[in-house]
Every structure is written in structure tokens, then in C-alpha cells.
Nanobody, 121 residues
Framework: QVQLVESGGGLVQPGGSLRLSCAAS????????MGWYRQAPGKQRELVAA???????TYADSVKGRFTISRDNAKNTVYLQMNSLKPEDTAVYYC???????????????WGQGTQVTVSS
């Protein structure tokens, strides 16, 4: 079973940047798609960004142009670079290992513990 460990969250002012990391183990990282989700208090978990095996990326409309997902297969790690952060980006961020079919990311069953991102002045 895959284990996922997120890191890199914290408190940042509006307009600031953070880079999240997710280290995966227990699976063949390079043959799986990866996704970043977030969940704000009182809201459903939502897909923020995903990257396929081939490096194709998709983003939620709310983060397009501000967030960038990338992966390093040699390190079994996926990243989420977040720029121009807004208070509405405040949430717990989770990574997920899943699959991409027809350009759509489908979440797998394993989740990390999440990392808190708080955007506030």
C-alpha cells in the first residue's frame, strides 16, 4: 500500500508563495498519476491539480496561473508550487496517488495526513 507524506505548509501573507512536497513510498511512483487536493473548514475536499505519468497537468479554475504541479520520479516526490496566494486558498492540502483516464484524474484510496496552509495578514 502506498504511503504519502506531505510537507511544506505554513502561514503566509496574501500574495506570498509556498511549495508543498509529497513523498510517496510503497508503490512504483513513476507509473502513477498524482494529485493535490485541499479541504477548507466546512467544505468538501476538492482537486486542485493533477499530473499524469507523462507529465500532463490539469488545474482547478481557481488556481490556474498561480499554482504549478510537478513531479520528480527519481525522488518519488510530487510538488505544488503556490504563488500569489489568497485567503481563500486556506485549507488542509493532501496529495493522492491515482490514475488519469481521458484527461480526467481519478483519486486512489490512499491519503497522507495533510499539511495546513493558512493565508492571512
Amino acid at each position: 500500500q502506498v504511503q504519502l507524506v506531505e510537507s511544506g505548509g505554513g502561514l503566509v501573507q496574501p500574495g506570498g508563495s509556498l511549495r508543498l512536497s509529497c513523498a510517496a513510498s510503497g508503490s512504483i511512483f513513476s507509473i502513477n498519476s498524482m494529485g493535490w487536493y485541499r479541504q477548507a473548514p466546512g467544505k468538501q475536499r476538492e482537486l486542485v491539480a493533477a499530473i499524469s505519468v507523462g507529465g500532463s497537468t490539469t488545474y482547478a479554475d481557481s488556481v490556474k496561473g498561480r499554482f504549478t504541479i510537478s513531479r520528480d520520479n527519481a525522488k518519488n516526490t510530487v510538488y505544488l508550487q503556490m504563488n500569489s496566494l489568497k485567503p481563500e486558498d486556506t485549507a488542509v492540502y493532501y496529495c493522492n496517488q491515482g490514475r488519469t483516464t481521458g484527461g480526467t484524474y481519478y483519486a486512489g484510496g490512499s491519503w497522507g495526513q495533510g499539511t495546513q496552509v493558512t493565508v492571512s495578514s
